[in-house]
DNA sequence: GTGAAAGCGCTAACAT
DNA sequence: ATGTTAGCGCTTTCAC
């Protein structure tokens, strides 16, 4: 079965010309000089015949196939799937390439096997997304496979980065607080995210603590405490909120760790009859449809999915992959559930 | 800059045969017969040397890629996103493919990039997402490129195409309330989902309701009332369930047409001291992370994702794309939110 | 059983 | 300024 398509040769034959110059002409080289008449034919051949480049052939011959990989663990299945991808791959498309999604589910040999396919593809480069913080580096990092490390860090130090700046988010996030009055009875809830799994915490807790101990620091506030829990569902956050309440002194403000424990808070807070803000303030991160879901509206400081996406793809494609860091700021977004202390 | 990469040839090389002999061998072809002693020399060479197959290469002669492309209006971006593309990654692995994923934003000029991109990659075939029920059809559908629908309908009834069975599981949402002793006071919440984009409502409005009415006549049941309201936020949800109890008589079940109204539901409740289930039992549609969330938990028919991306990449590489709907069932996720009636 | 040779569609060094 | 030719790494027909 031959194939249907249009060749270069077609277009040669078309326009009565060599294979050669309808390359130079087709591939825009400027450095070969080819007459303005047989470029006309040239193209004029290319349009009428409906030429499109086979670009597996053109690969071959490059090496270079205008596709990037965009490996995660778990993260392109949660939420958080959406915007990154939605990200690079605008960021991709601007620059013609096209992406390959792919996850590993945290299995080695899943991922074994995506990187593989994906070099043994050509790719020019590949994303490697993740949650965790304390990730194995990329098994089949090599320099001629251009990396990305996406929203974590690279211990060993050789890879670029691109994550979220969450330590000037926490600082921000305290800072709207402050800035609306409360200097006592506010309380975080969530804190580092430690579990058995990372009794650390997570990179993203342990910054966004750094940040807002720092905000506090700065003013010469202190934290009425700090709830450690679960980050993964509102139950932590309405547990820690419901203790909280049980206690001596009632509760200013809260720093909510996400949008899922602030959720929880607004539960907690619901059913012991006190109301955001009146009563209680509320900031938190993410800024999830719930934030907008919630009454009142949940301010919260966003992750930019979007821009974390574009980012790593520009990184990747501007060939500048000096191993830095680069921190995406986190922008606020204001609603309802901030109100000066009573 | 020579590849850095072992060929076939190094391989022969290394093992003393021809590149014919090579690639017979580890292309695994059993109707040409090779002495065990040579293929054991070219296993053992492969494996030495680490030989990788060049896919570009491969495909270049075979026209076959072992890629599939997966384009989405804006489905990708949602929560929706995740599973989908999670059930057609795993489905393409067991298969040995990747996946191209791109969303056009239903602009018609990035999906006419899109897809030429994939196309003039050679890819296998194309996996076309889609919320909006009365999409155009796919612009660069041919034979040889196949084709699945995946999340709506074909009206040229050309292709094959993979949906959720709305309709059965309207018939369950409304079987749940039904089962559970609840026979007046049942209103529908959400309805069609008719916007000024769509007064005709959304496909899976319009199935659900069809599913539901069927159920509640063939139980002699009749709905105390529908509110036609949009679905995209709690918003909806919220106002209906207020106005239904500004009424005079008070709603005892509703079927909310997805998890956001029933969370809007939810809210209207609360704020009337109405409580779930003991006053008003919920069904809802999506099973979203909300479901779980909320309290207590919502009682939700699920839309299958991954299901759905696996079903879709299985039709496509099954090339047996005949015209077919394929239905894939949706499950009821059981949670606290029903009760029967007092 | 094994190998030589052609060719997939394209690029690029080297002639002309 | 244009054409000739040799590959990129692989598959596959056809001789040996």
């Known amino acids: 079965m031959p194939s249907s398509r249009v060749t270069?040769?077609?277009?040669?034959?078309?326009?009565g010309v060599s294979r050669t110059t309808v390359s130079f002409v087709l591939s825009g080289r400027e450095d070969i000089r080819i007459s303005v008449e047989a470029r006309q034919r040239i193209l004029g051949a290319a349009e009428e015949l409906g030429y499109r480049p086979n670009l597996t052939a053109q690969s071959l011959r490059t090496r270079k196939t205008f596709t990037i990989g965009l490996v995660s663990d778990v993260v392109a299945?949660?939420?958080?799937?959406?915007?990154?991808?939605?990200?690079?791959?605008?960021?991709?498309?601007?620059?013609d390439h096209l992406l390959y999604v792919a996850e590993t589910g945290d299995v080695p040999e899943v991922e074994q096997r995506l990187l593989r396919g994906m070099i043994d593809r050509q790719v020019d480069g590949m994303i490697h997304a993740s949650m965790s913080t304390r990730g194995?580096?990329?098994?089949?990092?090599?320099?001629?496979?251009p990396t990305v490390l996406l929203n974590h860090l690279d211990q060993s130090g050789?890879?670029?980065?691109?994550?979220?700046?969450?330590?000037?988010?926490?600082?921000?996030?305290?800072?709207?607080?402050?800035?609306?009055?409360?200097?006592?009875?506010?309380?975080?809830?969530?804190?580092h995210h430690r579990t058995e799994a990372a009794p650390d915490g997570?990179?993203?807790?342990?910054?966004?603590?750094?940040?807002?101990?720092?905000?506090?620091?700065a003013a010469g506030v202190r934290l009425a405490g700090v709830a450690e829990c679960d980050w993964s569902t509102p139950e932590g956050g309405?547990?820690?909120v419901r203790t909280l309440l049980g206690g001596t002194a009632a509760p200013k403000a809260l720093v909510c760790c996400n949008d899922r424990l602030a959720f929880g808070a607004y539960q907690a807070l619901a059913e012991s009859g006190l109301r955001v803000p009146e009563d209680v303030s509320v900031i938190s991160f993410d800024d999830s449809e719930l934030a907008s879901?919630?009454?009142p509206g949940l301010t919260s400081v966003a992750i930019p999915h979007r821009e974390l996406g574009r980012a790593a793809v520009?990184?990747?494609?501007?060939?500048?992959?000096?191993?830095?860091?680069?921190?995406?700021?986190?922008?606020?977004h204001r609603r309802g559930s901030i109100a000066p202390p009573r």
Chains 1, 2 share one sequence.
């Open 238 to 240: 309405y547990r820690a």
């Open 202 to 217: 997570v990179h993203a807790g342990r910054e966004r603590m750094r940040g807002i101990a720092r905000a506090a620091a």
């Open 77 to 95: 299945s949660g939420n958080y799937a959406g915007g990154l991808i939605q990200g690079a791959l605008e960021a991709a498309l601007e620059r």
């Open 158 to 191: 050789e890879l670029a980065c691109v994550v979220p700046d969450e330590e000037k988010a926490g600082a921000e996030a305290l800072g709207m607080l402050l800035e609306a009055g409360h200097r006592e009875g506010v309380h975080v809830v969530g804190g």
């Open 293 to 295: 879901w919630l009454r």
């Open 8 to 15: 270069q040769a077609d277009v040669a034959r078309h326009a």
């Open 136 to 145: 194995r580096r990329p098994a089949h990092h090599s320099p001629e496979h």
């Open 314 to 332: 520009s990184l990747l494609l501007s060939d500048d992959l000096t191993p830095t860091i680069h921190r995406i700021p986190m922008p606020v």
